[in-house]
């Protein structure tokens, strides 16, 4: 797991996350029997794509099938989903694609195939209107099907001098981080975006700091170096 956030205004929008990748437990007749540890403190959750038009980031599974998830996005940008006529287009042949790889690989057990994905573009170019999209991929209650969860933040027209923001990942830390950013945004209207990098490195430390106890290890689920990407 990881700690992951997104902030737009009508100014910029930024992304970010924790640092720390864990392996994967190892099981045997249902039991665990290598815990989970971490391999990676300074891995970059954060991406982008399409020359730094459209930015992310991603909490659940890192990797799949050899690559990462911008990997993965970035190959299906180019091959599958090319010069498409629009933002809703192009993040819709994104997900599905990615989707039906996610289905189709085999290396994970089903029932722990999950991504958090969060996307930060503007369908018009124009910086005032970028929106946050988020999508979490997971399976069915019957393990055999992938479904996803899509959300548009805001969905509405975004209000200027407004900071809306997004928390995926830890269950334990993600009530502190909220609370923080509520707080921070509430002292610091009119937010500039150096303002805002600052808020989320705070916002990121303080999510590793609260994170819980791997379910299948020792250590925490967050830690590492944390990330911050901007658009703006």
């Known amino acids: 797991m990881s700690i992951i956030i997104s902030m737009i205004t009508d100014k910029c929008g930024i992304t970010a996350s924790d640092g720390r990748v864990t392996s994967s437990a190892v099981f045997q007749n249902g039991q665990v029997i290598t815990k989970a540890v971490p391999i990676n403190e300074n891995f970059e959750k954060t991406f982008s794509l399409d020359n730094g038009k459209l930015i992310g980031t991603w909490a659940g599974i890192m990797t799949f099938a050899g690559k990462t998830i911008p990997e993965h996005l970035a190959e299906i940008f180019s091959i599958d989903c090319p010069q498409l006529p629009n933002l809703e287009n192009t993040l819709s042949c994104l997900i599905s694609t990615l989707k039906d790889r996610f289905r189709n690989n085999t290396e994970i057990l089903f029932e ?3 991504i958090d994905l969060i996307i930060v ?37 975004k209000q200027p001098n407004i900071v809306y923001w997004k928390i995926f990942g830890d269950d334990s830390s993600r009530p502190f981080v909220d609370e923080f950013l509520r707080e921070s945004i509430e002292k610091s209207p009119n937010v500039h975006v150096d303002t805002l990098v600052s808020i989320a490195y705070k916002a990121i430390r303080l999510g590793i700091k609260y994170s819980g106890k791997h379910s299948y290890g ?5 830690g590492g170096k944390p990330f911050v990407r901007e658009i703006k």
């Open 121 to 157: 573009a503007t369908d018009t170019g124009r910086i005032q209107d970028l929106r946050t999209y988020t999508f979490r991929l997971k399976p069915n209650d019957n393990n055999d099907q992938i479904i996803i969860e899509h959300e548009i933040i805001p969905n509405e027209k």
């Open 112 to 114: 722990f195939r999950k």
């Open 218 to 222: 020792d250590d925490k689920t967050c």
